[in-house]
């Protein structure tokens, strides 16, 4: 170290070399996009974290390890840029037009005042999901790093990649987690994230999320701790349910799945929400209800007319519960004693009990009321099951729910959906989309098959 020779940087030169990388980046998607054989890639796994400020979910996928914020219904990606090195494609180019053609989500608001197309090459449409607002932007290439994986564990080295994604004013990254730089959107859109990957490396139309630790693309097991106490791992992409993908014309870029209806249980004290007829199925001629996913969500959101027949149930499921077992104990039977009770709610929550309830021992949870979301025609599993770890959210030592009633003008996405499946109900369940087959694998909360996320060997390091 101390033979080398100290060498004085010129920013000239960064500007130089990032433009020349640039333009080899997108000669490399050209080629790749021409070709009509494609190599045999691997798939891909790339970090994930959760902010603990916004409950919202990051990915490390940026080459210089900047942190986006993962959006299921993202549509492209985007980031702040360096103005002096930016290189962007010319707004009359195929891949400008693909991106054009792409419009921004509705109730957007333009912090710029533009219009796609209307000057330069700004023919990209940049959308923040927290805010709802959005901006044109410049389309570009950002070079792009991760691991390939065998679905066992994470294969150096590190592979380098290109991705066409959009140059966003530093106004649009308000209220996103700190040090976050842009949006990964992984809808089924051309070129969301998962899209362009499928597209360049040839391994399936398929990506996997467990949340908060990582995110695989490409068609790959997923082995985990196996389920109970059986030793060793399996590959959960062949034990776990499916349901099918449903799309919203006015929401193109969103992930529905077909549910039927809503209850509540707690050992034998069942109750079912009573829903107004049809609401929650979605309506493909208004573009309108429906059940969505949303990373971009910190918690499940009702329409009112759905939230509140789901607040009786609930509540009628926690007050038979503590009778009968109020009862059961007069009577001189063995059921563990519960103080649980009703405490104030504090903004945005409306549920709330003190921490009176008890704790099960495997796994370490605890012993709350269960929500089923019955599913449709095609799913092979009844129900999607909603544990107490997916909705239980602590505040000053209450236990409140966090699933919220949406206010006027306050649907968090596009298409006007009856629930939003926010990012605490997928949080540690595996969910697999196949883009292909249009489905969704959902492992549940795997606490309850005593494995999770973190017990993979996919990042030891």
């Avoid at 333009?23 to 021409?34: E, G, I, Q, V």
């Avoid at 139309?205 to 389920?227: E, H, M, Q, R, Y």
């Avoid at 030793?231 to 992409?237: F, L, M, N, R």
């Avoid at 605490?424 to 489905?439: C, G, S, Y």
Wanted: proline share 8%.
């Amino acid at each position: 170290m101390d033979r080398m020779q100290k060498i004085t940087p010129n920013p000239k030169n960064y500007v130089v070399l990032h433009r020349i990388i640039v333009s080899s980046l997108f000669l490399l998607l050209s080629c790749t996009a021409a070709s009509g054989q494609q190599a045999p890639y691997k798939p891909l796994i790339s970090r994930l974290a959760k902010d603990l400020n916004t409950s919202l979910y990051t990915i490390i996928i940026k080459a210089d390890k900047s942190p986006l914020l993962l959006d299921l219904a993202g549509s492209l990606v985007w980031s702040t840029c360096p103005p002096s090195a930016q290189s962007t494609v010319a707004c009359g180019s195929g891949k400008c037009g693909s991106a054009a053609s792409q419009e921004c989500p509705h109730r957007c608001l333009h912090v710029d005042g533009g219009q796609i197309g209307e000057s330069g090459s700004q023919c990209a449409c940049a959308g923040n999901p927290v805010t709802r607002q959005c901006s044109t932007a410049d389309l570009t290439s950002f070079a792009m790093s991760a691991n390939a994986t065998d679905g066992a564990m994470e294969l150096p080295p590190e592979e380098s990649f290109a991705i066409l994604g959009a140059c966003a004013p530093n106004s649009l990254q308000r209220s996103l987690p700190a040090g976050v730089t842009g949006v990964a959107g992984f809808s089924r859109r051309p070129l969301s994230l998962p899209s362009q990957l499928a597209a360049q490396r040839g391994f399936g139309g398929k990506f996997a999320l467990c949340l908060p630790v990582f995110a695989i693309f490409g068609d790959s097991p997923v082995n985990l701790t196996a389920p109970g106490q059986a030793p060793g791992y399996v590959d959960y992409t062949t034990i776990i349910p499916y349901t099918p993908l449903l799309t919203n014309p006015a929401n193109a870029a969103g992930y529905y799945i077909p549910v039927k209806s809503i209850s509540v249980s707690w050992h034998e004290a069942d109750a079912q929400a009573i829903l107004p007829s049809g609401a929650l199925e979605l309506d493909p001629g208004a573009g309108t209800g429906g059940v969505v996913l949303s990373t971009a969500t910190p918690y499940m959101m009702m329409r009112p007319d759905v939230y509140e027949p789901f607040a009786k149930a609930f509540d009628d499921a926690f007050t038979r519960y503590i009778r009968d077992a109020f009862a059961a104990r007069a009577r001189g039977r063995n059921v563990p004693a519960t103080s649980v009770e009703r405490v104030p709610a504090p903004k945005p929550f409306e549920i709330c009990y003190n921490a009176g309830f008890m704790r099960l021992k495997r796994p370490s949870a605890y012993d709350v009321p269960r929500i089923q979301l019955e599913l449709g025609a095609g799913a092979t599993w009844k129900n999607w099951t909603l544990y107490g770890d997916n909705y239980l959210v602590k505040v000053d030592g209450a236990l409140c729910l966090g699933i919220l009633r949406m206010g006027p003008g306050g649907m968090p996405v596009d298409g006007e959906p009856a629930v939003v499946i926010g990012a605490k109900q997928l949080e540690n369940n595996l969910l697999v989309f196949d883009l292909e087959k249009q489905v969704l694998g959902f492992s549940m909360l795997l606490d309850f098959a005593l494995s999770s996320c973190t017990s993979s060997n996919f990042l030891r390091n």
